[in-house]
T-cell receptor, first 111, second 114 residues
Framework: SQQGEEDPQALSIQEGENATMNCSYK?????LQWYRQNSGRGLVHLILIRSNEREKHSGRLRVTLDTSKKSSSLLITASRAADTASYFCATDAQGAQKLVFGQGTRLTINP | GAGVSQSPSNKVTEKGKDVELRCDPISGHTALYWYRQSLGQGLEFLIYFQGNSAPDKSGLPSDRFSAERTGGSVSTLTIQRTQQEDSAVYLC????????????FGPGTRLLVL
């Protein structure tokens, strides 16, 4: 089963609105990462949050992590058409030297 | 090079044929990963190389799949006797150092088995 599960599976909003995506995971982690994928090709690393961090910002991105609930959220503020993509969370189970990806959230920004 | 490169970009093959997919990681990155992504799905881990350590092959779906990494740099993923269910995008990623940090992905190879 997947370590990370994103919610919702698909999200469609108007340009300028904020987009929030959630990720839940099952086991203890060292860090959680978010990636973006355009057009089904290579993924681009967005942000990494460590297990001892609760919130992290990068430009218009805000990531929160709640290890007690084993969940994370990615907030994209003031969305743009170029933000249209699939977004994946990925976690590293403690002791494992690899990432496990969720199924992704398909985000569509309507102009 | 500036990023991870993969070749070929697209590969169409007939069922039963062998295919080789190549990955050139970012120079100096010691960790290299292969993933498979079926249409509209998440990434499925296949294999992981770290430096000179034995690779983690736990994600390879069958013994038809194998991978090697020569000289700690370029990696080749080989699929023998391809099946239609092998059709997917095969993604390679590399990362620096020990521990699971940010991974840098190549553009992928889209494999279609007819």
């Amino acid at each position: 089963s997947q370590q990370g599960e994103e919610d919702p599976q698909a999200l469609s909003i108007q340009e300028g609105e904020n987009a929030t995506m959630n990720c839940s995971y099952k086991t203890s982690i060292n860090n959680l990462q978010w990636y973006r994928q355009n057009s089904g090709r290579g993924l681009v690393h967005l942000i990494l949050i460590r297990s001892n961090e609760r919130e992290k910002h990068s430009g218009r991105l805000r990531v929160t992590l709640d290890t007690s609930k084993k969940s994370s959220s990615l907030l994209i503020t003031a969305s743009r058409a170029a933000d249209t993509a699939s977004y994946f969370c990925a976690t590293d189970a403690q002791g494992a030297q690899k990432l496990v990806f969720g199924q992704g959230t398909r985000l569509t920004i309507n102009p | 090079g500036a990023g991870v490169s993969q070749s070929p970009s697209n590969k169409v093959t007939e069922k039963g044929k062998d295919v080789e997919l190549r990955c050139d990681p970012i120079s100096g990155h010691t960790a290299l990963y292969w993933y498979r992504q079926s249409l509209g799905q998440g990434l499925e881990f296949l294999i992981y190389f770290q430096g000179n350590s034995a690779p983690d092959k736990s994600g390879l779906p069958s013994d038809r799949f194998s991978a090697e990494r020569t000289g700690g740099s370029v990696s080749t993923l080989t699929i023998q006797r391809t099946q239609q269910e092998d059709s997917a995008v095969y993604l390679c990623a590399s990362s620096a150092g020990i521990g699971v940090g940010a991974q840098y992905f190549g553009p992928g190879t889209r494999l279609l088995v007819l």
